[in-house]
């Protein structure tokens, strides 16, 4: 079973011709979902893919230098407002801090100055431009409708058809001829979201469009493959139509269309790659589709040495799959900010969700990549596999496995009982179950209701638990009588770092 170096650098020269960008998301914390989690826009991904651009989301900001030297592109997404210590102003009025997020500053900041130290190439949007004129020694105007006039945060209007009026809309024009204005022209249309601006250009950049109330809407660097624009040109206007000119503009004066065959095969990063999907979520600033990660998962595959990212292209499986190292399929995750919302995510958002999953698992199948299900992923690898599963089995047998800890048996030979023991405490969180098992699994660990909580693939490094591991770590472990599942996520990204070597024998 072992791979030779061979076959590793053929997997990866199908990545090779296509450049790598880095997104970072929005982050919160919500009840419903259990804890910390990340919210993106799927909108960004879509204008990325078009262009033949792999997009990641960038999870933890302890890799930081590993997310710099794999990523052939920054991209620095929208969001809330920046903290005005960043560019040395602080706040009179506690209540003007709403919403405000310190991790995200600290995460966006990081990255973009380790992009601009290696003068690799970012394109900023919306917040995005706001963080990199910061960074590079310029200041925010922290209410640009307080100082001009003219509302650039039209929050409670929504597009309609050809009214570019009501559609939080308005009139830019160019600084002069730039690279930008050749491709999208003198004057142009754009959106507007955002309540803080541009007050100082930050070192070495220059005005590309300004708004009529002087807004400084868009900057280029002079020397550095940096476009910042403070509209949103991945979000589709009233006619539906994105201004993917905009990407196509920053792709080629970037530098990113020369980018040369086997140019990755000297940065790339020495810890795993480990491929952490998300779910299906709502927008609430656009009310567009987005994807949501819970952050217990990138935590885990952080503190245990892997490098986590979450795939945003749902078109891209196999990319994926020859670029990252291991897939941890991830539980059920979905969000939606308002009830009236729901039925749509059900409709329209899951079986996207299911046939992205369906294809991410199928290609590192292929590939003998290590797989690691969790709830839902452990239940669905079984199903792909031709495996059966029961819903909602506490009906039938009146036991309840959600939201209660017990306690599981394992299989005397399995990896479970040589990290934790022979009986262990886990907890629960699952409506269905394993009814029969795929014959390619064997089943390694037991409720004492006899409900499969793990197997692992009889040929494939394919692992599955149906309780949530990442919740049984750190400071709040779940249960507290459970062991540390630390050692699992170790012993998982040992797995990844040995098949991304060639130095392990599956079996």
Known sequence: MKRTTDQIIGLQGEMDKKPVALLVGEDGFDAGIGGFHYVINKDYAVCLERLGIVPFLAYDIRNVEDYVKFADLLCLTGGADIHPGWYREYYRDTLEMEGLSQERDALDFALCRRFIEEKKPILAIGRGLQVVNVALGGTLCRDVCKKTGQN?????????????????????????????????????????????????????FSAAYQAE?????????????????????????????????????????????????????????????ILVNGGPAFDSQFQRSAWIANRTYSGAVSAAGGVPLMPLAEHMAEEYACFSDAFLWTGSISFVPKKGLRERLKREEMPKRRQFDQALFWSYYQKKKPILGICLGHQMINYYLGGTLE????????????????????????????????????????????????????????????????????ELPIYGVEWHPERMRGEFREPVQGPDMTKLFTWFIRQSIDVKFNIFDYK
């Not at 040109?233 to 970037?254: H, L, M």
């Open 213 to 273: 109330d002087g807004t400084i809407e868009a900057v280029f660097h002079q020397s550095l493959p940096i476009l910042g624009v403070q509209w949103h040109p991945e979000q589709p206007d009233w006619e539906n139509e994105r201004q993917i000119e905009v990407f196509q503009a920053f792709k080629k004066w970037s530098g990113l269309e020369e980018k040369k065959k086997g140019e990755r095969e000297e940065q790339r990063v020495q810890k795993p790659l």
């Open 152 to 204: 650039h945060w039209i929050s409670d209007r929504i597009m309609e058809k050809n009214r570019k009026e009501s559609a939080r809309m308005h009139l830019v024009s160019a600084s002069g001829s730039n690279f930008l204005s050749e491709v999208c022209g003198e004057r142009i249309w754009v959106n507007s979201y955002h309540r803080q601006g541009i007050e100082c250009l930050g070192k070495g």
């Open 391 to 458: 819903g909602d089995f506490r009906f039938r047998t009146g036991v309840e496995h959600m939201l209660y800890p017990h306690r599981v048996r394992t299989e005397k030979e399995s990896v479970l009982s040589a990290l934790f023991g022979e009986v262990f405490w886990v907890n629960s969180r699952h409506n269905d179950k394993i009814d029969r098992l795929a014959e390619e699994l064997y089943a390694t660990a037991w409720s004492e209701d006899g409900v499969i909580e793990a197997f692992e693939h009889k």
